[in-house]
């Protein structure tokens, strides 16, 4: 059907075109932004389903934009889909779209398009950072932090500077990390923001556990994951089932270590998450070390 509908168009003559090309270009970039709606919502997992299923629409659409310098498009579609790149799909073929959108040539002076590029280096950061390219990674989210900072959009400064501070922590530089989020606490908190308080806490609790207080790690970690919960933000329990895994894990708690790795994966199943399912796994590997129950580690493994 694709072919022929494809074959129907070029007798249709070369002015249809790039006519037709505009409008599915225009179609999939709405139904991202409708997607982007449902971020960290109970309604997440039905969108992620709905893009995956039109994949192949949404690259050639990304593809007829860069190709064809629709910069703004191109910017605006590739954040819009920031939970499918990075909770639902390859990090590598994210990155690679994204960098294609940010290396096209852009002006400074044009407000929606700065806001379109700080978005798309907010979600470029996180692309990078599973890829463990961190200098890339802490690149995009200070370009990002600046342009916010220029538009003066609070949340986008918040997610900036979150971002920031994730990128130190994985790079062992707890130091650097913490005054980024505790800054983004503190404006989230004058915010009224819970969705970014909750955020705030956890990554807290990241760094926390990066330095080894288990202690203060599991308390922060337990503190978002009670607002995450609440609002109803399934990655954010995800991910705080993930680190309280390991906390529990290096405390040798394994019942609760069992607990956090299950529960991790049933989120993983109904939301079909791509990112972060390989550490639930080696996780409840651990436990079964620790039970004395060597070929079920090595089946998980």
């Given amino acids: ?34 997607a982007e709606q449902a971020w960290d919502t109970p309604q997440e997992a039905e969108w992620l389903q709905r893009l995956k299923a039109d994949q192949d629409n949404i690259r050639q659409a990304l593809r007829w934009a860069i190709d064809h310098g629709r910069v703004e498009a191109a910017l605006r579609m590739n954040a819009a889909l920031f939970t499918f790149w990075i909770y639902a799909s390859s990090a590598v073929e994210a990155a690679q779209w994204l960098d294609a959108a940010l290396s096209l040539p852009w002006d400074e002076s044009v407000t929606s398009l700065a806001r379109a590029r700080a978005k798309a280096l907010s979600v470029a950061g996180y692309a990078a950072i599973f890829e463990s390219d961190f200098a890339t990674a802490t690149a995009c989210f200070e370009e990002g932090l600046a342009l916010y900072k220029r538009l003066d959009d609070r949340r986008g400064i918040t997610w900036s500077l979150r971002g920031c501070g994730f990128a130190a922590t994985l790079r062992g530089d707890a130091g650097t990390a913490k005054p980024y989020v505790e800054q983004s606490l503190a404006l989230c908190r004058q915010a009224q923001d819970d969705w970014g308080v909750a955020w705030s806490m956890h990554d807290l609790g ?34 705080a089932y993930l680190c309280l895994g390991l906390v529990h894990q290096r405390l040798a708690n394994w019942r609760q270590t069992l607990v956090c790795y299950r529960e991790a994966l049933v989120l993983q199943e109904q939301n079909n998450y791509a990112a972060l399912t390989g550490d639930a796994l080696e996780g409840l590997a651990w436990v079964a070390v620790a039970l004395n129950h060597p070929t079920d580690a090595a089946r998980v493994l």
């Fill in 206 to 239: 990241e760094i926390e556990l990066s330095r080894g207080d288990l202690k203060q790690a599991q308390a922060l970690l337990e503190d978002g994951l009670a607002r995450f919960d609440r609002l109803g933000v399934a990655f954010g329990c995800f991910c």
């Fill in 1 to 34: 059907v694709r072919q022929y509908a494809e074959e129907r168009l070029q007798d249709a003559g070369e002015g249809q075109v790039e006519p037709a090309h505009e409008r599915h270009l225009g179609y999939f970039l709405a139904l991202c932004e409708r």
